[in-house]
């Protein structure tokens, strides 16, 4: 058997997430690739991913491997499997790897970034593709309360009720707000997050950067481990996938490590 990784992106507003769903009938990201994986392959293909990303959420750079009795080549895998992919999903590069190459246990750590649209009028051009808001969001204090963030902790209070993983704790290496144009955007980096951690995290930081939560209050949240304490959860538009993180040897490329209106 070759095992093979690809880099993928998509918009993944019209899908209910990455996740193929077996007992229902589900547009997913994962379902559509491995379809037309499996037509370039003649052979029935099961991809795994490095981060499985929730419905409505985006990637610009999403690694998975698959393994497959043929090597039908570098072009079939990108230009073939992309002319039988939806507009929405793009492989992006292809990398043949060894079988000790896996897209999620090899992975030392993911990277997001979260795009918030601050502008008096929503833009027609922007949604699904970013959250819009109104008022101005105060910038330094929702960049000093990041700080209690890093290193390891358990982020009970930031897990959404349905999170399967049998551990809560996480360790964070880097988060931090800052402003690109007309956009907020939160960059956050882990070894792994839970289920809608990102947006938990977002949608308490938007109460502290309007205003209506104290500074200390997401330490508070993160040392009390109760989700029920926290602020709603941010919607998905506006969150991405944008890096993931291999050792050296596997020498894997990388994609764009952020969504192209941000440049």
Not at 19 to 44: C, D, F, H, M, P
Not at 140 to 146: C, F, R
Not at 148 to 153: Q, R
Not at 165 to 179: D, G, I, L, Q, T
Request: aromatic content about 12%.
């Amino acid at each position: 058997m070759y095992r093979f990784a690809l880099g993928v992106e998509y918009d993944g507003a019209g899908y209910c997430g990455w996740q193929k769903q077996v007992s229902i009938k589900l547009e997913t990201v994962q379902g559509k690739l491995e379809e037309a994986l499996s037509r370039v392959a003649n052979y029935s293909i099961r991809t795994t991913c490095a981060g499985r990303t929730d419905s409505g959420v985006h990637a610009t750079n999403q690694v998975v491997h698959f393994d497959t009795p043929v090597d039908r080549g570098n072009k079939a895998w990108v230009v073939g499997v992309n002319s039988l992919l939806p507009p929405s999903i793009r492989v992006t590069w292809v990398k043949a790897v060894d079988q000790s190459f896996h897209a999620r246990f090899s992975a030392t750590a993911r990277r997001y970034k979260y795009l918030i649209y601050c502008q008096r009028v929503e833009s027609v051009f922007l949604r699904k593709k970013a959250v819009w808001m109104k008022e101005e969001l105060d910038l330094k204090l929702m960049n000093d309360a990041t700080g209690v963030l890093l290193g390891e902790h358990d982020f009970s209070g930031f897990r959404a009720a349905g999170c399967q993983s049998r551990s809560s704790r996480r360790f964070v290496m880097e988060a931090s707000w800052y402003r690109s144009r007309e956009f907020t955007v939160f960059d956050v980096k882990a070894n792994a997050f839970l289920l809608h951690m990102v947006r938990n995290l977002v949608g308490a930081f938007l109460d502290v950067g309007n205003g209506a939560k104290d500074v200390n209050w997401i330490s508070e949240v993160l040392g009390g481990r109760d989700r029920s304490a926290g602020s709603v959860t941010a919607p998905p538009d506006g969150l991405y996938l944008v890096a993931v993180d291999y050792p050296d040897l596997h020498m894997l490329p990388t994609g764009m490590s952020t969504p192209l209106f941000l440049l």
